[in-house]
């Protein structure tokens, strides 16, 4: 089976190709944590919630509120499960880390949201900064840890016991979430 899909997923990936849209969805989450960098980078130069900034930051809440919580979903339904069924050790104990990864990533931001709540409404404290760039980078790096962990051992493995049949009920399932297909 051919696996380059996930190295090369297409933007316009969808439904039909579930693989291929779960590593567009990595593409975005890179984009989005690409913008909370230059949102941070931005702050500490300017020191102040500017138009801009807000703009960011609703980008920001509006990728993480929406779009991650049903990937994550998409994975806890699909592929987690796909991991768990090859019985092999190594790939159990990567979906049960990647699980707990998910629920680490909630917490984190759960735990950054506020902030980027307050830059949509033009507030922002240069004094509490230096705790929130913190979380901000420990949630970029969570993040950006569990992706790669997925593109280069989890969703190949997950393809390789997926069969056509099960990868179209997989894109049904996960359109029909979305409310695309009824």
């Known amino acids: 089976?051919?696996?380059?899909?996930?190295?090369?997923?297409?933007?316009?990936?969808?439904?039909?190709?579930?693989?291929?849209?779960?590593?567009?969805?990595?593409?975005?989450?890179?984009?989005?944590?690409?913008?909370?960098?230059?949102?941070?980078?931005?702050?500490?130069?300017?020191?102040?919630?500017?138009t801009p900034a807000g703009e960011a930051a609703r980008d920001v809440m509006r990728y993480f509120d929406l779009a991650a919580p049903h990937h994550h979903q998409d994975e806890e339904r699909h592929i987690f499960p796909a991991l768990r069924e090859t019985g092999d050790a190594a790939l159990i104990a990567l979906a049960e880390a990647l699980q707990e990864d998910h629920r680490a990533m909630h917490d984190a931001w759960q735990g950054i949201r506020p902030t980027l709540a307050d830059l949509t409404q033009g507030q922002w404290t240069l004094e509490r900064s230096e705790n929130v760039f913190e979380q901000w980078q420990s949630f970029e790096a969570l993040y950006q840890q569990h992706a790669r962990r997925e593109d280069e051992v989890a969703y190949p493995a997950a393809l390789g016991q997926l069969d056509e049949t099960r990868r179209k009920a997989m894109g049904d399932e996960m359109a029909y979430r979305r409310g695309v297909r009824g």
Request: one cysteine or more; a positive charge; glycine letters at 8%.
């Open 1 to 50: 089976m051919n696996t380059t899909v996930l190295l090369h997923p297409s933007p316009g990936a969808g439904f039909d190709s579930p693989f291929e849209m779960l590593a567009a969805c990595h593409e975005r989450v890179a984009r989005m944590l690409g913008l909370l960098q230059r949102l941070r980078a931005h702050l500490q130069s300017t020191g102040r919630a500017d």
